[in-house]
């Protein structure tokens, strides 16, 4: 409804601006015909007969007398009359003239006719030629164009009316699409088009707003993605400081308990109470809670130098990684008597090799602790348009069914978080780590006597 409004509004201003022009453009060219047309036509009769007369002033040069009739004849077709005389006045041929063989010489030409006397120069003599012709017809024209007003004006105007209404309207329909894409604009719909393509300034304008809409199109697009990234890090961001925080409350219950243990060995040794006062024995005790504590605290600080180091990434088979790490693992893996599967493909990635060895090592190290003895772990490669890496030990030495909470930090199989039945907890939390770091996704799943572990590497070379 507010576009049909605005559509005459715009319309019917062009149409009268443009009506108004015409109307005053007839009237205009009416009032000057009125004005100008009589004394034109005047002056152009009297052009055109001295013209001729002069003419045949000049061809008579070379004529004779009985020569020089037919030429005059030609007069009375043009509507000139005549007469010829000798340097006597005496007639010599006077064609319809109506007039007495005496020769009128007025100097002055009565109103409505135009008349002349030349000397002719023939051949064989000098005569005189009087000629006049009526223009009296001329003093009617403004008559007749008061009279004919009424006759062209009014088709005229209708013409006008016409043409300013058509005008209006092929004028407005650009100005509409293109005052409509506007506020598509301003409503931030970059995707609106205007079709007018003409070669003047209204198509220069509807080509600069879709080109402005294109840029503003792209531009906008490349927002959108930027915000889609802001807020993906952003969201990564708030997960990893939930990770810290987890972190840090796990890692003041892991500390806590031996700090205590060792503080009360100390107290007893100190004050000689019952079983305290063997002091080696104790002291040898208290030593090994702080190598666990040293440890603890050396898996943080890899935890957090994987963080901050920047990534050295060059092309590497992950297939020769874990080959290396397969043969620092070989007198464990002969003590425990597993098979290892390996099945071998050729690829390369684009990736961080210290990183990545770090990960295997701790995956593979996981793997074999966490296998029972005759058990296997199969290692192999999917290509696709991603490169995926599958690690799987069976059977376990406990249910494995709950994985998802492996990655977090201090988090172990053995729920009792007793470190006699396993290490500090933070070893797939360091391969969770690098694995984000690298740009890689990393799952693990579990089942009663199975755990498997899949990286899919994104930058294959």
Do not use: C
Not at 316 to 327: A, E, G, R, S, Y
Request: no cysteine; hydrophobic share 40%.
């Amino acid at each position: 409804m507010k576009r049909l409004i605005k559509r005459p509004r715009i319309t019917g201003k062009l149409f009268f601006l443009t009506m108004s022009l015409l109307i005053v453009a007839v009237l205009s060219t009416i009032g000057f015909l009125y004005a100008t047309l009589p004394s034109y036509y005047q002056s152009y009769r009297e052009e055109q007969f001295h013209a001729t007369i002069a003419s045949l002033q000049e061809e008579s040069t070379h004529l004779s007398s009985e020569n020089l009739l037919p030429l005059l004849d030609q007069l009375t077709a043009k509507g000139i009359r005549f007469s010829l005389w000798t340097e006597e006045d005496q007639l010599l041929y006077a064609p319809g003239f109506g007039r007495g063989p005496v020769r009128r010489t007025a100097n002055t030409s009565p109103e409505g006719m135009i008349q002349d006397s030349i000397p002719l120069q023939l051949v064989d003599q000098t005569v005189i030629l009087d000629v006049d012709q009526m223009i009296q017809p001329i003093d009617e024209v403004k008559s007749v164009i008061l009279k004919l007003a009424p006759y062209i004006v009014l088709p005229l105007l209708l013409l006008a009316g016409l043409a300013a209404y058509l005008y209006s309207r092929i004028i407005s329909r650009p100005l509409l699409t293109i005052n409509q894409a506007t506020k598509e604009l301003a409503n931030l719909n970059f995707s609106v088009r205007t079709h007018h393509t003409s070669a003047d300034e209204l198509g220069d304008l509807s080509r600069s707003i879709n080109q402005l809409a294109t840029k503003l199109e792209v531009t906008m697009a490349s927002l959108q993605t930027s915000n889609e990234q802001l807020r993906f890090e952003s969201e990564k961001d708030r997960k990893r400081d939930a990770e810290r925080r987890q972190l840090f409350l796990a890692i003041s219950h892991e500390l806590k308990t031996p700090v205590t243990i060792v503080k009360g060995q100390i107290e007893g040794m100190l004050l000689n109470l019952g079983a305290y006062r063997d002091r080696d024995h104790y002291l040898a005790r208290a030593g090994h809670v702080i190598e666990d504590m040293e440890r603890l605290i050396a898996e943080l600080l890899e935890v957090a130098r994987v963080e901050q180091m920047n990534l050295q990434l060059t092309p590497i088979n992950p297939l020769t990684l874990i080959k290396h790490q397969l043969q620092q693992f070989d007198q464990l893996i002969v003590d425990r008597n597993l098979d290892i599967v390996l099945i071998e493909n050729e690829l390369t990635v684009q990736t961080d090799a210290q990183l990545l060895e770090r990960a295997l090592h701790n995956l593979l190290m996981n793997a074999i602790s966490y296998t029972a003895v005759n058990g296997t772990i199969q290692i192999e490669f999917e290509q696709g348009d991603e490169l995926t890496l599958r690690i799987t030990n069976f059977p376990t030495t406990q249910d494995s069914s709950e994985t998802a909470a492996w990655f977090n930090p201090l988090e172990r199989s053995e729920q009792s978080r007793n470190r006699m039945h396993g290490g500090s907890g933070l070893g797939l939390y360091l391969v969770h780590q690098i694995m984000e770091r690298l740009d890689i996704d990393a799952t693990l799943q579990g089942s009663p006597n199975q755990v498997q572990f899949a990286a899919r590497f994104k930058s294959i070379v």
